[in-house]
């Protein structure tokens, strides 16, 4: 995969995922165009279109976007299922999932995807094991910030 | 006591909270200020907070360069939430061309070899998304150790960065693939996964690898194997199939070991037969193992039974309710349709249905399916069905389904007739989208179908009689017209029915569409041109005929000026020669053989670039260089030749006789280059007939002990000629004179100048990245006299 991007209807960016290096000139421009083409598309067409020299795997989920870039030889429906993998992490995660909870916890989303995903190739084909994983690190957080609370209110 | 600062979810709501982009823009602006201040002060405690504000800034697509430094502290620091977020930023925010992401390297080698297994997660994540090849080269032995050490959270992580770094950096594959051995061994499933992504990657980049690997296909297909009878692991499966993903690559890598290998397609068989056959097709997840299947079957050396098998799943893939599926069986049967054309002929129905999709995507494919899967026996049924698409099919899809049809017709007409039928349907159906040489083709086609005429000319002024918009229809009329108009007053033909038309009607319409605005001057031209010939073939004085040359003679257009007044001319002073000059024309020599090489050409380069669109674009930028060192830029490298002018203007055509150039004697080959081993060889061509034509063979040989790879040769020529380059036949010559590569050239010289080539030549040898300009020397004369 080259990169993931999660965009609203209204063409806000909510998740920039890339693969491989490109400047920040040219992912903007990526961007721009690969969430016009998806955004002109009617609702009954199909999930794969043909974009530069990638083909784009997409699937809303109510008001977002879920949309891939793949390769030419890499397969159009497991990347689908992968898609759907990951909304059902985010699911369990956030316990029914919705847009405001991946604007408001951005850096969480990040976290999921790299706990499920890895420079493009899935890492872990196991929803328990992945979000058993993301709930240690919480946990790992969670035991640091005690402290801080009370540093940041001057009594330690 | 500094106020503290604002946490993330505030500042996202005060930033949603903005009712105008300046107003965000306010906001941004002045918490990005406080940002900068605190980074400043350098507060430990709340950078992570300050970083992930300033990251939420970023993904809105606000300036964010300055939170760079603050990654790498927060990486550095041993607490946990600091790093969880500072990586982060640092794969958001640092850029393999800034040097200051090679600051992490150190970092990362620590947390590598002592952090919690947490933290080595983060770091080997962070590596296998932004580490640049020199990060790579150094962190490459941390990475290595991972890879065998106890827990598989992170020996699964450890393999996929592995694959990153060999993507990076391919000379590390020498580190990489001992340990894949017994990698394979493993029954996690996340190890597995990626320990067949890793193989998967050493053996599409280094042949050596591949013949390695080809060895382990039995434990292969035993995994696979196992994966498919022993049922159901709740963990690992989806919609009933277990572990699709860890299927579907396994699938892949069987499909790149049995590629041309007759002893590992033959292992794999069985195994593959079963799961075609097995595998649960209602839901997605089965039909994507299915689906790479299919395209595995199709790409080794299957047995025919298979072959057909894997046509036939695609067959029912077309009748599959899922758009989805349907669009990935049409890409694919597409990809089949000329090595298995029996095969998939069999669902020719279910294609054409395909064609009344209301998804573009899906019909553009369907459309293109149909047109590989004309043959001389379905031409008849295949062209009334693509005649009815066109009718009702998007814009975009007109000229393809148009052109297609014409050549179609070309190719299997049964009958001139019908042919000619054909070509007059898709003209007043899509004519403004026909290519320009449909004029030129069907006025040959119908000057060569002498019983024909009649029949010709009269349909042809009936459809002109009923619309003259369309321009390419009302060339090939009025030339019709012009040259059969005394058939068009004969009346009866027992093809058509009676049409009764008098000269002055003849004159009339054409006069109608020299006037009509929407008719384009060669129209005009064509008109003018059919009214001359019409005075020696209608009754009558001419008198009118007379009239509207003479209007023409001082017509702003200069060509329709020129003739209004050559053809007075001939009204006034040579009137004993209008005859003869305006007899009827006589066949005019298929002077397109030059013009179809060219369309075949260029219809072969489309379609090879197609294939390989990644190999010709850097080509055609990195060709730039290579110019400026010859004098001045050669020009565009895929310039077809002109094609050649319509018959209906230049006279002098008549006067144009072929004749048989003598036969050249054979050039000799030329031994260009030499290195350890690697040759490089041209041999040349002038095929007879297009005396301006060179073709060269450039053959790429190996007698060295070891592989070249990633081949490319770039040529450069004098800005007279014109230079295109085919795509190679590879990128890999095996060592020990392994199958060699080779390439044609194609120099158009029209200006008989000496030739001179500049080649440059990257390949990888031996480990190392070779580059090597140099001008080809000692071309023999023969190239270009």
Redo the contacts between chains.
Sequence with gaps: MRFMLLFSRQG????????L?T??KER?KMVRELMQVVLARKP???????WR?LKVVYKRYASLYFCCAIEG?D????T???IH?YVELLDKYFGSVCELDI??N??KA??IL??FL??G?????????VLK?IE??DL??ED??PR?VL??M?LA | MVAPSLKLQDLIREIRGARTQAQEREVIQKECAHIRASFRNGDPLHRHRQLAKLLYVHILGYPAHFGQMECLKLIASPRFTDKRVGYLGAMLLLDERHDAHLLITNSIKNDLSQGIQPVQGLALCTLSTMGSAEMCQDLATEVEKLLLKPSPYVRKKAILTAVHMIRKVPGLSSIFLPPCTQLLHERHHGILLGTITLITELCERSPAALRHFQKVVPQLVQILRTLVTTGYSTEHSISGISDPFLQVQILRLLRILGRNHEESSETMNDLLAQVATNTDTSRNAGNAVLFETVLTIMDIRSAAGLRVLAVNILGCFLLNSDKNIRYVALTSLLRLVQSDHSAVQRHRPTVVECLRETDTSLSRRALELSLALVNSSNVRAMTQELQAFLEFCPPDLRANCASGILLAAERFAPTKRWHIDTILHVLTTAGTYVRDDAVANLIQLIGGAQELHAYSVRRLYSALAHDISQQPLVQVAAWCIGEYGDLLLEGNSEETEPLQVGDEEILALLEKVLQSHMSLPATRGYVLTALMKLSTRLPGDNNRIRQVVSIYGSCLDVELQQRAVEYNALFRKYDYMRAAILEKMPLVERGGRQVDEEAEESKEAAQLSEAAPVSTEPQASKLLDLLDLLDGPSGDAQHPPPLDPSPGVALGHLLDLPCEPPPLAPIPNLRVFERKGVQLNLSFIRPPGTPALLLITVTVTNSSGGDVTHFICQAAVPKSFQLQLQVPSGDTVPAQGGLPITQLFRILNPNKAPLRLKLRLTYNHFGQSVQEIFEVNNLPMETWQ
Excluded: H, P
Aim: charged share 35%; glycine share 4%; net charge negative.
């Design positions: 806000k960016l909510r998740l920039q995922k890339w693969y290096a400047s920040d903007k009954k067409m199909c999930s794969f279109l043909e020299d030889q397969n159009e429906l497991i689908l299922e992968l993998r604007i408001f951005f850096e990040y976290f790299d706990e890895m420079g190739d899935v890492q872990d084909t196991s929803k328990k094991s994983a240690q690190a790992l957080q640091e910030s801080s540093e940041e001057g």
